[in-house]
């Protein structure tokens, strides 16, 4: 051993050699398009442009047969499944809100006692936070794998889809203040905005956009599949029709208490908003810098609230995604430009699909409605009252569960499990109603048909209630100012698109069946990272075009 050296410079070459051959790629992009069906791929196809959708499609790998499979199917569960690889059952983030027994109130699932940076206005103990995400996310374990050096933007008009996609660490996690038409985040994250994010909110971009009026992009010939029938609209809480006709005006009519950029965040042009910050996020925010990647996570929710407002067939929603294309072709721009053509990795999906609107679909003799809170809630306690003594037995009905009074319960002596069961048994024999299980089945079976399992994938026994509801296709609880809602474990509501595009990711498409909770592992596989910790889902290893 008189030479030693030789021997340990081999080792260090090695490894170098070795990691090189990891083949990262510089960054990887996530794009969620919030409430966005696979259908509006081929519906919309030919008006889109070259550079966006079509340029994922034709350059990428397209995946039609990808499903969430839980229930509820809400934006703030559908960001937190995707990211960290598994369902609500195990990583916490069972609704929007969710209901503590023990204070007998629901919580929005960010919510927390941070302060709101990013805003000229002081909101102290307003601050949201990742908290109650209880498992680890991919952008989690890219952080820890890289001892916190890679760079992880997470940025998106609503606070949660920001917040649940950007995990724990995440570097800058912002989100739009409908107040401001600022980009803020949370004391949670930083005491102040970056650089960039901060000089971003100084050109007011918001303002602009509200002076502008949403006009269609194209002309009549582009929409002539559209159904513009003014007596399918939303109505909202103080009786207003929310009428589909266009131009609709940014600016709120005058001592409106709406928040100023409301109809903004209402409107496709606060997707362009967020797709200038993103561009802004790629130039200037470090990402795809250095040896680690970077991840940057963008969820574009303007689809979602004219999705609701107008359905899924209206002129508006055909609009919104004709802009959103535009956006997309500006981004990849962009990301070709600064990152690189082949150096980075980008995935397109959605947090949860959409039904079509009841009535219309009544109108043409398919069975569908609304069920309403007030009547399903009296429902069960009238039902409760009358096969038991008159109590207070219902606490809320919350994401389609019933949370009963289980201190009534006991002190009346009453299994639990069976007031459960006889309640549920009810409830299955009303219109619009198709299943109801309760928490004592829930934890004591293992379901494999497609709905139970479903229920079951989002039941946490901790956090979820007495009885879970399953509608029949086509019904759901009416949601306040809304002409449709999802949440459902019906195809409308699981089924969403699934695109592959950039850094050694093969050309073509498939109608192979995978979950949402596929995508985790998938980029862990991608990025050579250990999977988020509580991931039930496989790697898509057929995306690999690597040869
Ligand atoms: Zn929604």
Same mark, same amino acid.
Request: hydrophobic residues 35%; neutral net charge.
């Given at each position: ?12 070459? *090695? ?5 090189? @051959? ?29 550079? &966006?959708?079509?340029?994922?499609? *034709? ?18 569960? &559908?960001?937190? +499944? ?20 023990? #204070?007998?109130? =629901? ?21 949201? =936070?990742?908290?109650?995400?209880? *498992? ?17 933007? +997470? ?31 949370? =004391? ?73 950029? +409301?109809?903004?965040?209402? +409107? ?18 470090? !990402? ?34 004709? #802009? ?12 070709? @430009? ?17 039904? /079509?609107?009841?009535?219309?679909? *009544? ?7 609304? !069920? ?33 009074? #289980? ?64 509608? /029949? ?14 949440? =459902? ?37 991608? !990025? ?20």
């Amino acid at each position: 051993m008189r030479k030693p050296y030789p021997f340990i410079v081999l080792l260090i070459f *090695a490894s170098i050699t070795g990691f090189a @051959q990891l083949n990262r790629p510089k960054l990887v992009v996530g794009i969620v398009v919030d409430q966005m069906r696979p259908d509006y791929l081929t519906r919309f196809y030919d008006q889109f442009g070259q550079g &966006g959708f079509k340029r994922l499609m *034709a350059e990428g790998y397209t995946m039609w047969d990808v499903h969430y499979n839980y229930i509820p199917t809400y934006t703030g569960p &559908g960001h937190a +499944s995707i990211y960290s690889g598994t369902t609500p059952r195990y990583h916490g983030i069972t609704g929007n809100d969710i209901y503590y027994r023990e #204070r007998k109130k =629901s919580e929005y699932c960010v919510n927390d006692t941070f302060n709101v940076v990013g805003n000229s206005v002081a909101e102290t103990g307003k601050g949201l =936070s990742p908290r109650r995400l209880i *498992a680890t996310n991919i952008c989690d374990e890219l952080k820890l794998c890289t001892s916190g050096k890679s760079t992880i933007i +997470s940025i998106s008009l609503k606070d949660r889809a920001a917040i649940l996609s950007g995990g724990h660490m995440a570097d800058c996690v912002s989100w739009f203040d409908q107040k401001t038409g600022n980009f803020v985040t949370s =004391s949670y994250y930083a005491g102040q905005l970056p650089a960039w994010l901060s000089t971003f909110n100084d050109r007011n971009l918001a303002f602009s956009y509200i002076n502008e009026k949403w006009t269609p992009l194209y002309g009549s010939s582009y929409y002539s599949d559209c159904i513009t029938d003014t007596t399918i609209c939303a109505v909202t809480k103080t009786g207003e029709k929310v009428l589909p006709r266009f131009p609709h005006d940014l600016q709120l009519p005058l001592n409106s208490k709406e928040a100023t950029y +409301s109809l903004l965040y209402k +409107s496709p042009l606060a997707n362009s908003l967020l797709t200038d910050l993103a561009i802004e996020a790629i130039k200037n925010g470090n !990402l795809g810098k250095g040896e680690n990647p970077g991840f940057l996570a963008i969820s574009y929710s303007s689809t979602d609230v004219v999705g609701h407002l107008y359905g899924p067939h209206s002129k508006e929603i055909k609009d919104t995604y004709l #802009r959103l294309d535009q956006d997309l072709d500006r981004l990849i721009t962009t990301l070709d @430009q600064a990152i690189g053509k082949g150096n980075y990795v980008l995935f397109l999906t959605a947090d949860h699909g959409i039904p /079509e609107v009841p009535q219309y679909l *009544a109108s043409r003799k398919v069975p569908a409605g609304y !069920l309403y809170h007030k009547p399903l809630i009296k429902l069960a306690a009238d039902f409760l009252d009358g096969s038991y003594t008159a109590g207070k037995w219902v606490d809320t009905l919350i994401n389609d569960q019933f949370y009963l009074n #289980r201190k009534l319960i006991s002190e009346k002596g009453l299994d639990l499990a069976a007031v459960q069961a006889r309640l549920a048994n009810y409830l299955m024999q009303q219109k619009g109603i198709a299943f109801a299980y309760t928490a004592a089945e829930m934890k004591e079976g293992e379901f494999t048909s497609k709905l139970a399992m479903a229920v079951q994938n989002g039941f946490q026994p901790k956090l979820s209630g007495d009885v879970m509801l399953v509608m /029949e296709p086509g019904f759901f609880e009416y949601e306040e100012g809304y002409l449709v809602e999802h949440g =459902s474990g019906y195809n409308y509501d699981t089924n969403v698109p699934l695109i592959w595009f950039g850094q050694n990711i093969k050309k073509g498409e498939s109608w192979q069946l995978h979950y949402i909770t596929d995508i985790a592992p998938t980029l862990s596989m991608i !990025l050579r990272i250990k999977y988020p910790s509580a991931s039930i889902g496989n790697p898509i290893v057929e995306i690999n075009g690597q040869k």
